[in-house]
């Protein structure tokens, strides 16, 4: 008789404590994943092998991964078991556990709040950008010389002291350049840390999608509405110098 394969299916499970219950926010989006609480720990299940592995798991402050045989937890390679396995649990997928509030509330019926900060850090994936922000007193003298047709695709706004361009081909003029995502304007080299907050955010922030969410790296943002926004032309530039008395 041929051998069942399912015997050979390795099922993994893991355990962070509570008290780190705010760093799951980077594997919320691994809707795979089960979890389920009790006094001390939040417990995980349902993970491929290549999750296993990777580096957002192990980036978990306190985590323990297991290999479940025969009712007994055993730490990966292990050959005497850590503990037996938790009964009584009750289990929910990840993403429907961890609630997202803005700000956080403790209002959850899992037992989890999760605490959301808004982090910008660095990403390795390159993205195309779409906006360049630029110092008006360091460009005003550069204007002039822009042919009349790049100035087509492109919208502008004040931002201070400071001047929004939207629309490609960018400007060649020094500056901050931004891609978009979501609705969100980003620096170019940076990514929101919890990539599931982006949606989140513009639901919270911009309901009706009227603009955009112009964000920096110490994760602030300002929001740009279209009407904020004019076609970029030499006089429009020149008149709005004129009236805001730019030295």
Known sequence: MAENPSKHIKEFWAEIPRTDEEFLGSIRDWKNILLAVDEDAIW??????AQTEAPEMHQLPGFLLYELRNGLLFRK????????????????????????????????????????????????????????LSSITGIKENMAAVPGFKFENIQWAIVGDKALFIGTPLLSFPGKAYWTKDGHLLPAGFD????????????????????????????????IKNTDLRPLSLSSFRLTEKSKEWN
């Not at 995980?44 to 092998?49: E, M, S, V």
């Not at 949606?199 to 112009?214: I, T, V």
Request: aromatic share 12%.
């Open 44 to 49: 995980l299940k349902g993970f491929t092998d």
């Open 77 to 132: 390679g292990a050959l005497v078991p850590s503990k037996k396995m938790r009964t009584a649990l009750l289990w929910t997928p990840i993403d429907k556990a961890l609630q997202l509030t803005f700000p956080a509330s403790n209002q959850n019926y899992f037992g989890i709040s999760e605490k959301i900060t808004v982090n910008i850090k660095q990403s390795a994936e390159e993205q195309p950008v779409i906006a360049l």
């Open 192 to 223: 929101f840390e919890f990539k599931n907050l982006s949606l989140f955010l513009q639901q919270k922030f911009n309901k009706e999608s009227n603009g955009w969410l112009l964000w920096n790296e110490e994760g602030e943002f300002l929001s």
